[in-house]
């Protein structure tokens, strides 16, 4: 069982007040605690796919200029055997996933909110495109 968001937050807040205590007495905080956290992702973000470098930022540029395009192509590169964070989902379903984001962008775009959403969808097509090539080439992520 994964820890939770809320289980993470109380584990970073506990070390703070285990090190702001611990500054107060003059001591140093190096105690060893190490927290870590993990992103919970809903299944939109999931099924955002991991793609080439170029084609992530090809899609960003699509998605700033047409909100939604990017995020149309981003689906068809699911169906060209792109990876995505929902293996258990057959590959039809993750493709529809990325159609209803992509509508959802296109509809909303008039009032802004698409057009954001689209935008930040871009980057976190081109983010996942670095963090693969860190992944394919043994290099410790740092973002």
């Known amino acids: 069982m994964e820890p939770s968001h809320k289980d993470a937050e109380t584990v970073a807040a ?3 007040v285990a090190a702001a205590a611990a500054a107060d007495r003059g001591t140093s905080s190096s105690s060893g605690v ?4 993990r992103e919970k992702k809903g299944p939109l973000r999931a099924a955002i796919p991991y793609m080439p470098f170029p084609v992530a930022v090809i899609c960003l540029f699509l998605n700033t200029f047409v909100p939604g395009l990017g995020t149309l ?3 068809f590169t699911v169906l060209c055997g792109a990876r995505t964070d929902l293996p258990d989902r057959h590959v039809c379903c993750v493709f529809w996933l990325n159609i209803a984001a992509a509508l959802i962008q296109m509809l909303t775009a008039i009032v802004m909110v698409g057009w954001i959403m689209s935008i930040f969808w871009g980057m976190d097509m081109v983010i ?3 963090s693969q090539g860190y992944k394919e080439q043994g290099i410790p992520q740092q973002l």
Not at 34 to 37: I, M, N
């Open 14 to 16: 506990a070390a703070a």
């Open 34 to 37: 190490v927290v870590q956290v």
């Open 73 to 75: 192509v981003s689906a």
């Open 128 to 130: 996942l495109a670095i």
